[in-house]
């Protein structure tokens, strides 16, 4: 299997490259079962900003994902996606999230990412299948459109998610833990598309554990512990005493609290 290698898709059926706008969010709450997962953030996000989302396990950066996305509702708050529709917002989930053992090819999950061109009642064009095909051999899966996704490795069905958000052609593109239990040659594939993302102008924010990876690759890096505790260039954020007291305010949550306490923000990004 090859390596990555990006070439312009075919733009014949794709809508209009549209700039990125800033996304705004806004005092967001998002809770589950009256309990916030996410607290009071706000922050911004920067038209071609290529942002890590990282913080303790239950600190809400998938919930964030989910609400920009607009995929779940907030409780107070809003985000605000600069006129840009959500279905122009390309979202990519954990892989564990998805059901693999249902029978779908490879070249249908890729497909799913033309979705908001084709609808739900027209079918694919011959130039909507070719974009799908190229996009496969762009993440180095030539050959494996029949397959199913049942028979892929791990590292083969990330890449095949990969060419989903391709397909897409977004301007801003959302990814929770893409490199998430991948071996190191498909790590590096991949990273180097989302940074030719990043050099097209694209907005890029992605859910990560890895700091070492966010160092080397994310400038800017939003730390959450429900809570925004630090948002801004990475090598400022991921400094010692924001790390300690995003962990301390991880080991101090209780899931039997009432409902809204006033939030403590540490740090928050410039406007």
Known sequence: MNGIDV????????????APPAIAVEDLTVSYRHHPAVHHVSCRFEPGSLTAVIGPNGAGKSSLLDALTGRVQPSTGCVRTGGLPR???????????????????VLDVVMLGAWPRIGWFTGATTAQRAQALLALASVGLAGFEQRLISELSV??????????VLMQDAPVILLD?????????????LMRLV????????????VLHDLAQVREHFPLTLLLARECVAHGPTEEVLVPRHL????????????????????????????
């Not at 070439?7 to 549209?18: M, R, Y």
């Not at 279905?87 to 090819?105: C, K, V």
């Not at 833990?177 to 594939?189: K, M, Q």
């Open 7 to 18: 070439p312009a898709l075919p733009n014949s059926t794709q809508l209009p490259v549209v």
């Open 87 to 105: 279905n122009r917002l390309a979202y990519m989930p954990q892989q564990s999230g998805i059901d693999r053992t249902f029978p779908l090819g």
């Open 155 to 164: 590292g083969q069905f990330q890449r095949v998610l990969f060419a989903r």
């Open 177 to 189: 833990e893409p490199f998430n239990a991948i071996d190191t040659r498909t790590t590096a594939d």
């Open 195 to 206: 940074q030719h993302w990043h050099d097209e102008g694209r907005t890029v924010i992605a």
């Open 244 to 271: 300690m007291r995003a962990q301390q305010m991880a080991e101090q949550w209780d899931e039997n609290a009432d409902w809204c306490a006033a939030p403590v923000l540490v740090s928050r990004a410039p406007s």
